[in-house]
Nanobody, 121 residues
């Protein structure tokens, strides 16, 4: 299966910035969509941002103008630049790969283990 390795989480003060990264590894494959989700205590997991192989992006309304998702196809890595962080951004952030193909075979979606982002006020 495709493995996702995350990094970049941590503790930051309100107004600060963090950059998350998630690298996909495994046998030869292609990924249509990579994205970031987050889950705060007592809340459902929600989409934060996603990017397709063609570069199309979408963002949750709560992060528009503050977060930027990008993708490095050569390294099969997705990034989430988070600026102007707010306490309500505190959550476990998960990366996800969707539409994974190996030849003509569609692989299952793959999730990372999650990384904690804590924003203090």
């Amino acid at each position: 299966q495709v493995q996702l390795v995350e990094s970049g989480g941590g503790l930051v003060q309100a107004g600060g910035s963090l950059r998350l990264s998630c690298a996909a590894s495994g046998t030869i494959f292609s990924i249509n969509t990579m994205g970031w989700y987050r889950q705060a205590p007592g809340k459902q997991r929600e989409l934060v941002a996603a990017i397709t192989s063609g570069g199309s992006t979408n963002y949750a309304d709560s992060v528009k103008g503050r977060f930027t998702i990008s993708r490095d196809s050569a390294k099969n890595t997705v990034y989430l630049q988070m600026n102007s962080l707010k306490p309500e951004d505190t959550a476990v952030y998960y990366c996800k790969a969707e539409g994974i193909t190996r030849g003509s075979y569609y692989m299952n979606d793959s999730w990372g283990q999650g990384t904690q982002v804590t924003v203090s006020s």
